[in-house]
């Protein structure tokens, strides 16, 4: 381990000490369901977090960072050390505008809020222009209430998968859902677990369900999430919405 992320500095203590507590309740959530860690993929989601916090969190073995916000995330990718950036693999979980999907092609390595069919073409579009392939889960909306919070109707979700399949540079990963804010998360878990039942029907290699935060990564584990996205239960709580 590098002295710069030694005792001396305590911000990478912290976040040491809250990852290894979040590593203890995915392995007590694994046990419970009977299933190993080496199913899940844990994305630390650095939203508002600066750029040095994700070259601690990739010192700690970190890998899979998560970001919500286009400029945010761009500005803090550029920041990083080369090796560091090569080491990572960038996740994007925030609304997407198709006037901005094209440019998140040109950090994500995965785009896990893809909604509607012109966020798939346009984020298609600029993955073609970077020559890159980009991993692409459909969000899917299990409040059913078009809160603005994005995702596609679970009887949307078919369809959708379909239009991505057609998309040269995308690769159809699999679901990614928030529980309903006040819902009981396990059912909410659930119906997106029978959503990617119908998925996998279709599209056998869509593989991901990314489920589960700081406050419901137990019940996403237990109703077969891939993929957890921790923000604060990792980072601290964020500063309030700017
Ligand atoms: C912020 C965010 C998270 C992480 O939330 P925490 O409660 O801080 O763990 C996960 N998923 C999405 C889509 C987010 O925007």
């Known amino acids: 381990m590098p002295d ?17 507590a979040v ?5 007590s959530a694994c046990d419970a369901a009977g299933r190993h860690r080496s199913e899940l993929t844990l994305v630390v989601v650095t939203k508002y977090f600066p750029a040095g916090d994700i ?4 010192t700690l ?36 505008q198709s006037n901005k999907a094209g440019a998140v092609a040109a950090y994500a390595d995965v785009v896990q809020s893809v909604d509607r069919a012109k966020v798939a073409r346009a984020l298609d579009r600029g993955a073609e222009r970077e020559g890159r392939l980009v991993d692409v ?33 995308l690769r159809l990963r699999g679901l990614m859902a928030v529980a309903p804010l006040g819902a009981d998360p ?3 878990f659930e119906r997106l677990h029978r ?20 406050g419901d990564l137990e019940q996403a584990v237990a109703a077969g ?10 980072l601290g709580s964020r500063p309030a919405l700017r």
């Open 225 to 234: 999430a891939t993929h957890l996205r921790v923000g604060s239960a990792i």
């Open 61 to 96: 073995g970190v890998r899979d960072i998560g970001e919500n916000r286009h400029q945010e995330a761009s500005d803090k990718i550029a920041e990083l050390a080369p090796a560091t950036r090569q080491d990572l693999r960038t996740h994007f979980i925030g609304q997407l």
């Open 186 to 188: 396990a059912e909410a």
């Open 4 to 20: 710069s992320a030694g005792p001396s500095d305590s911000r990478a203590q912290q976040l040491r000490d809250s990852l290894d």
């Open 137 to 169: 889960t459909v969000q899917v909306d299990l409040a059913g209430d078009d809160a603005g919070r994005g995702g596609a109707a679970p009887a949307d979700v078919l369809a959708l998968a379909a239009t991505i399949e057609g998309c040269a540079s």
């Open 23 to 27: 590593e203890q309740r995915v392995a």
């Open 55 to 58: 070259e601690r969190l990739a």
């Open 195 to 214: 959503t990617h039942e119908d998925l996998i029907a279709d599209h056998p290699g869509a593989t991901w369900i990314s489920a589960g935060m700081s």
